[in-house]
């Protein structure tokens, strides 16, 4: 509409709301035509729709409701735009798929006792020979442009014909954006309608239609109103961090991702939101007031899978999002302008736009992200690889949902772990360790003082023998292995012991009932010993030590498999884990008959944020009694104490 509006030959936009549209559509009219227009929906809308919906209100009454959609329906939209598309077909221009021409569609204009005031006869004529508008609909918002005679055209005929559908034209709520050199002409052709007729613009469907001025304020008002929603986001995510990210991914980022793809002015105007996002919104998210760099910024607007933190700067994007949009949509923006009366759009061509699209934004962030990591510190450079790993991420891309333990309440919890993504300091550590040593963030992941390494093995552990016991029958934890008769194995540091046990056993879980064992292991990836290592070689390195301990006795004397379960402590698999994890959650879909990818990415988030929780443990979890003052009467034998105190 705004490209036709800016049209040499387009006189004004004529914007139509229906009065209670979705309530008043002609149902009866609506079921009969839907069997001719849409038959492949037609039985699902008969049966829906064909009886009266029974309304219940307060104080025991009952209404039947015979016309309309009913709310809450998920075929609601459906019914109306195919409902309404009978009378579209009737006040569309003439397309050259049409063969028939204006003149062959007969106009008449309304009766004095129809809803829409009575045409003058002296205009009457000359209406009924102006060809009919281009035009555009989204459900009850229809909308023209062109010519002023054609407009009236148009209305009249909505308001004759409308009514039969159960569309009914509100004058009160529709609006003629007329440019000014035709206002005059305008209010006189409009006169006695009450439509209301205005020059400077208007707002239609989320955009703005109009002079530049008019576009240049309704942009600043939204900007303005986008703003102080950022502002308020800012002070929750200084005390609920984990909410205010998702509640800015999943939400309020939404809220201008339209404006950028119709509107090319709000490249300029959106700039106020990117001063909150650096100097409000982040550094809340952090609790850190240091101002942010360049590269960090560049670094956190990446999307969430290339280590970023999905808060992209909006000016930045406002033009590629404009241009991708205008690529998308141009099939149907021609067949718009063109008048077509069916919307046919090459399906193959606009899968072949939307993949090129796809492919030309991964390749945009992956430059960027390559581009980011030459310049960060060697350490920061692994965190961001870290972080690009599948898993390495659900503290960002996974709603916050207490229910499923997906949620980090404390504030402390959140910027712990949005600073060791990005090895940033921690602030309040102790300086030494109980065991003696330094204490550091590097430190807290490996030291065995507390048991807190062992709770992490044994939640993962935990973790997936429930998940197995979900799917087969004879699951145990901690197995203890068939002992050895002289039997040789092959790797001195074979595990050879009697009463040696593995992790999990699942019988039957690779098929033939055979018994499968598996062996969790996380292991640090910035520890001495692997810090100058590749993830892959790690991966790789430990998964042969734990096969050179379990695999030849289980297979040799227990007849069974052995599967390693390897996992960084930021929640990346290794390549046995993963493919253990996508089969049983493959069992698992089966089983509850869910989708696949839907139980795949469940089973990933919960290892990570158990990984997530077990990190914070070993960061923050007391291996000693701390600033506890301990009163020498406490070790006192509990009987002696009360004999003397003589409590009863």
């Not at 229809?142 to 909505?158: E, H, M, T």
Request: hydrophobic share 40%; with cysteine.
């Amino acid at each position: 509409m705004i490209r036709l509006f800016k049209a040499d030959d387009t006189d004004a936009i004529l914007l139509v709301d229906a009065d209670n549209a979705f309530n008043r559509l002609n149902r009866a009219v609506a079921l009969h035509n839907i069997r001719f227009i849409c038959p492949q929906l037609s039985i699902a809308l008969i049966n829906i729709y064909r009886a009266p919906a029974r309304l219940f209100v307060v104080g025991g009454m009952e209404l039947a409701s015979s016309e309309g959609t009913t709310q809450g329906c998920t075929l609601a939209m459906a019914m109306y735009a195919l409902g309404v598309i009978p009378l579209i077909n009737r006040v569309r221009p003439s397309s050259p798929s049409d063969g028939k021409s204006n003149a062959d569609r007969k106009y008449s204009p309304p009766a004095p006792d129809s809803p829409a005031p009575f045409s003058p006869i002296s205009l009457t004529k000359t209406v009924s020979s102006a060809p009919f508008p281009l035009q555009a609909w989204y459900a009850d918002d229809s909308q023209a442009g062109g010519k002023l005679l054609s407009l009236r055209r148009w209305w009249d005929c909505l308001n004759v014909d409308g009514p039969k559908f159960g569309y009914f034209p509100k004058a009160a709520k529709s609006f003629l954006v007329v440019k000014p050199e035709a206002l005059s002409l305008a209010q006189e052709i409009f006169k006695d309608t009450a439509v209301k007729i205005v020059t400077g613009g208007q707002r239609d469907l989320g955009a703005a239609i109009g002079s530049d001025v008019f576009t240049e304020k309704y942009l600043h008002d939204k900007v303005d109103k986008w703003k102080a929603q950022l502002e308020k986001l800012a002070e929750v995510a200084s005390t609920h961090g984990h909410a205010a990210l998702a509640g800015y991914v999943f939400g309020q980022r939404h809220k201008w991702r339209f404006s950028q793809s119709t509107m090319r002015e709000l490249a300029v105007a959106i700039a106020p939101l990117e001063e909150v996002l650096r100097n409000k919104f982040i550094p809340a998210l952090f609790g850190d007031k240091t101002p942010i760099s360049d590269l960090e910024r560049a670094l956190y607007a990446l999307p969430a899978r290339f280590g970023g933190l999905s808060i992209g700067n909006p000016a930045e994007e406002c033009p590629q999002r404009y241009a991708d949009s205008v690529e998308t949509t141009s099939q149907l923006t021609e067949l718009l302008l063109a008048g077509e009366a069916k919307l046919l759009i090459d399906d193959k061509q606009q899968s072949k736009v939307k993949a090129t699209i796809k492919k030309r934004r991964e390749s945009d962030f992956k430059a960027t992200a390559d581009s980011i990591k030459t310049r960060l510190s060697p350490e920061q450079k692994k965190a961001m690889e870290l972080a690009q790993e599948k898993g390495g991420s659900a503290l960002i891309s996974t709603l916050p949902l207490d229910k499923l333990g997906f949620a980090f309440h404390g504030k402390r919890d959140f910027r712990d772990l949005l600073r060791m993504r990005y090895r940033k300091p921690l602030d309040r550590l102790p300086c030494i360790c109980t065991c003696g040593a330094a204490f550091s963030l590097d430190h807290s992941q490996i030291c065995k003082l507390g048991g807190f390494i062992h709770m992490r093995h044994n939640e993962g552990e935990r973790l997936w023998a429930y998940t197995c016991s979900k799917i087969f029958k004879d699951v145990e934890a901690e197995p203890i292995l068939e002992p050895l008769d002289d039997e040789k194995m092959y790797y001195k540091s074979a595990i050879t012991t009697d009463d040696a046990r593995s992790d999990v056993r699942v019988r039957g879980f690779w098929g033939n009932k055979q018994n499968a064992f598996f062996e969790m292991r996380y292991f640090y990836p910035f520890a001495s010993s692997y810090n100058s290592k590749s993830l892959e070689t790690c991966f790789k390195s430990i998964a042969q030590t734990r096969k050179r301990e379990y695999e030849e006795r289980i297979v040799r004397v227990d007849n069974g498999s052995f599967t390693p379960m390897i996992m960084t402590t930021t929640g990346s698999m290794g390549p046995q884990m993963q493919i253990a994890v996508k089969h049983a959650a493959r069992l698992l879909a089966t089983k509850r008959n869910e989708p696949y990818s839907k139980v795949a990415s469940l089973l990933q988030c919960r290892f990570a944020f158990a990984a997530m929780r077990a990190a914070l443990i070993c960061l923050r979890g007391s291996r000693d009694v701390r600033h506890v003052n301990v009163l020498a009467a406490i070790d006192t034998p509990a009987e002696l104490a009360v004999s003397e105190l003589q409590l009863r």
